[in-house]
């Protein structure tokens, strides 16, 4: 007998990928568990699989930056302090290199992060958490569809007292741009091709390349970005392409990245009634209206 829930949780994570950099990710979670029934006669109570799984999945996974540790351009150097160094070369011989709490990875061994590769892993350290009557779990990971223009950011907000304050967590989003009331392509493409594979920094955490933890160097540092920040989980810093990142003035919250694009879209925009629906991850965001 199997037992499913659809829409179990939505994985808001990012990974590193040899050819697309950091990628900011979204992904629906549907389970299905395959058992005997119990004294209840149930193979188990939906309420205990919705409570039990997203605990595990939010622990595991959610708001983590997902290393393939297999992959040849992957270097992971365990500190004693429980700091964790990342070095990552990509194909093009770019850098992104990360100096973070333990928690803040995923270590997926693995060639690739794919769905398949990230189903794998979750299987693996569910299974060991399952009750006896339940003798196999599937997990069937999937993007939203989304038929208009979407981007993907990744982004950390020190200020957040949860797992957002990590610096390389992220969404894939879609954008709603209306002009007087009618969805703007034009608009949305651009910021869906502005923001394809972004890091969005915020300047204050911007700080100076010989001022890092870390102990990689690079050969070109003023093609790079290297950010940092301490938090409650601990120290987070970021080292990455100039040309894959957005600078902002304020935060990165999406109410911030809403009123961002708004500023930035006014200047794009003829006279009207412009709107902006930034989206963070599936199903929420913020909305920035008003007359330019
Ligand atoms: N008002 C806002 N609240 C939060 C923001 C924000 O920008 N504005 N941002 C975050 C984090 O960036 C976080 O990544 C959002 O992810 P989410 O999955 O929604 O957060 P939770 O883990 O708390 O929720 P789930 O139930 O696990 O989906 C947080 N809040």
């Not at 389970?31 to 205990?48: A, H, Y």
């Not at 690079?218 to 940092?228: E, G, I, R």
């Not at 200047?267 to 913020?286: D, F, H, I, Q, W």
Request: aromatic share 10%; charged share 25%; net charge negative.
């Amino acid at each position: 007998m199997q037992l499913f829930v659809n829409d179990l949780t939505v994985m808001d994570f990012s990974y590193l990928c040899p050819r697309r950099g950091m990628v900011g990710e979204s992904w629906i979670v549907d389970v299905m568990l395959d058992g005997d029934l119990n004294d209840e006669s149930m193979i188990q109570d939906f309420g205990k699989v919705k409570k039990d799984l997203k605990r595990l999945i939010d622990e595991y996974v959610d708001h983590k930056l997902l290393v393939p540790a297999d992959h040849a351009g992957a270097s992971i150097t365990h500190l004693d302090d429980e700091q964790v160094e990342v070095r990552f070369t990509l194909d093009n011989d770019e850098i992104i290199q990360l100096f973070c709490p333990a928690e803040a990875y995923a270590f997926v061994y693995a060639d690739t992060v794919t769905m398949a590769s990230v189903g794998s892993y979750m299987r693996e350290v569910i299974a060991t958490h399952l009750p006896e009557n339940v003798a196999n779990i599937e997990l069937k990971l999937r993007a939203e569809q989304i038929l208009t223009p979407f981007y993907h950011y990744t982004h950390g907000l020190k200020k957040h007292d949860g797992n957002c304050q990590r610096i390389a967590h992220g969404h894939r989003s879609r954008i709603g741009i209306f002009i007087d009331e009618q969805a703007c392509l034009e608009s949305q493409q651009y910021w869906a091709q502005r923001w394809e594979d972004i890091y969005i920094i915020t300047r204050e955490d911007i700080i100076d390349y010989e001022g890092r933890r870390s102990s990689g160097a690079l050969d070109n540092p003023l093609d790079y970005y290297c950010c940092a920040y301490e938090s409650s989980q601990g120290y987070f810093e970021l080292i990455i392409p100039r040309k894959s990142c957005e600078v902002v003035e304020t935060d990165s919250t999406v109410e911030c990245l809403a009123q961002f694009i708004f500023d930035e879209q006014r200047k794009r925009t003829g006279s009207g009634n412009l709107r902006v629906m930034a989206y963070e991850g599936v199903g929420k965001g913020a909305m920035v209206a008003g007359t330019v």
